[in-house]
Nanobody, 127 residues
Framework: QLQACGGGLVQTGDSLRLSCAGA????????MGWFRQAPGKERESVAV????????YYADSVKGRFTISRDNAKNTVYLQMNSLKSEDTAVYYC??????????????????????WGQGTEVTVSS
């Protein structure tokens, strides 16, 4: 079970931090990712942190502005979003994967590799 929160209505240039809390003892063994879906668009990958916590991947559109991190002791993954733009407006979902990973960003950004999804938290960036 994943529970995402932290969304809201902000202005261009503002910051937000999303949190996603998981239940269960295996959180530290899971790849954790943030994905988003804007109105009328397909769900897209935003950022992923592999189970070791040592490797992260970012979508080009958020690189340098967003940071994914995790606290295994709290079973929580975060997405710090800075310098928000109107195009960041979307429902943000956290997801977890326990699959043995493939190689590279393309595997971790494939939403089909994630079996566990949170309910989503809405982020609206107003210009």
């Amino acid at each position: 079970q994943l529970q995402a929160c932290g969304g809201g209505l902000v202005q261009t240039g503002d910051s937000l931090r999303l949190s996603c809390a998981g239940a269960g003892r295996t959180f530290s063994t899971l790849h954790m990712g943030w994905f988003r879906q804007a109105p009328g668009k397909e769900r897209e990958s935003v950022a992923v942190n592999t189970w070791t916590g040592l490797t992260t991947y970012y979508a080009d559109s958020v690189k340098g502005r967003f940071t994914i991190s995790r606290d295994n002791a709290k079973n929580t993954v975060y997405l710090q979003m800075n310098s928000l733009k109107s195009e960041d407006t979307a429902v943000y979902y956290c997801a977890a994967s326990g699959r043995a990973p493939g190689f590279g960003r393309s595997w971790f950004f494939d939403i089909n590799n994630y079996a566990y999804w949170g309910q989503g938290t809405e982020v609206t960036v107003s210009s």
